[in-house]
């Protein structure tokens, strides 16, 4: 059974970067599977933010692309979020998940997920 | 690649059935999965490929259409499937949700 853990702060101030590590248990990060971070405002739906594969490949959220940068930290069984210049609309609860590499993509394990505030 | 959910929201007793609608702005094959979240909760996945039950997931719980259409059905609601329901879709690794649709107490 995976399981992951979302770490990190949970606010930040505005203009500031966002910083967050999914860490794996039970499991390799070492594996065809990619590895996803997810967000949620409060009383919203669900957003992608991002995938990335354990070789570092990764695919970004067009709307998020400039901002955004993903990376794997395989020694540790990690995988991290970084998100610059943000703002009140980035506010939400932030999940990680790990998604299969073919078909739909689907994700079937997640964290528990981190609610990250952006507030001066 | 757009996905529109509809109803936005369903008023159902237990025992009923429910069925709900997810559209693609444009085809997608089978690339489709649907999530169940309660409240505080991250999302479950029930349904990946457009039909294929998750392991763990009920018999009550299917998943059909292709291209542009899908639909999820909950064949007999039980007082735990109570919840709000997302379909999301890939195409060339990139991914959307549809807005979700809630299923409540009629």
């Known amino acids: 059974q995976v399981r992951l853990r979302e770490s990190g702060p949970g606010l930040v101030k505005p203009s500031e970067t966002l910083s967050l590590t999914c860490s794996v248990s039970?499991?390799?990060?070492?594996?065809?599977?990619?590895w996803g971070w997810f967000r949620q405002p409060p009383g919203k739906g669900l957003e992608w933010i991002g995938s990335?594969?354990?070789?570092?490949?990764?695919y970004y959220n067009p709307s998020l692309n400039s901002r955004l940068t993903l990376s794997v930290d395989t020694s540790k069984n990690q995988f991290s979020l970084r998100l610059k210049s943000v703002t009140a609309a980035d506010t939400a609860v932030y999940y990680c998940?790990?998604?299969?590499?073919?078909?739909?993509?689907?994700?079937?394990?997640w964290g528990q997920g981190t609610l990250v505030s952006v507030s001066p | 690649v757009v996905l529109t959910q509809s109803p936005a929201r369903l008023s159902l007793s237990p025992g009923e059935r429910a069925t709900l609608s997810c559209r693609a702005s444009?085809?997608?094959?089978?690339?489709l999965s649907w999530y169940q979240q309660k409240p505080g909760q991250a999302p479950r996945l029930l349904i990946y490929?457009?039909?294929d039950r998750a392991p763990g997931v009920p018999a009550r719980f299917s998943g059909s259409g292709s291209g542009t259409d899908f639909t999820l059905t909950i064949s007999s609601l039980e007082p735990e499937d109570f919840a709000v329901y997302y379909c999301?879709?890939?195409?060339?690794?990139?991914?959307?949700f549809g807005p979700g649709t809630t299923v409540d107490v009629k």
């Open positions: 990335i594969f354990y070789s570092g490949s990764t």
């Open positions: 490929d457009a039909s």
């Open positions: 998940a790990r998604g299969a590499p073919y078909g739909s993509g689907s994700c079937d394990h």
């Open positions: 444009q085809s997608i094959s089978s690339y």
């Open positions: 999301q879709q890939r195409k060339n690794w990139l991914f959307t």
């Open positions: 039970d499991s390799s990060i070492i594996t065809d599977h990619y």
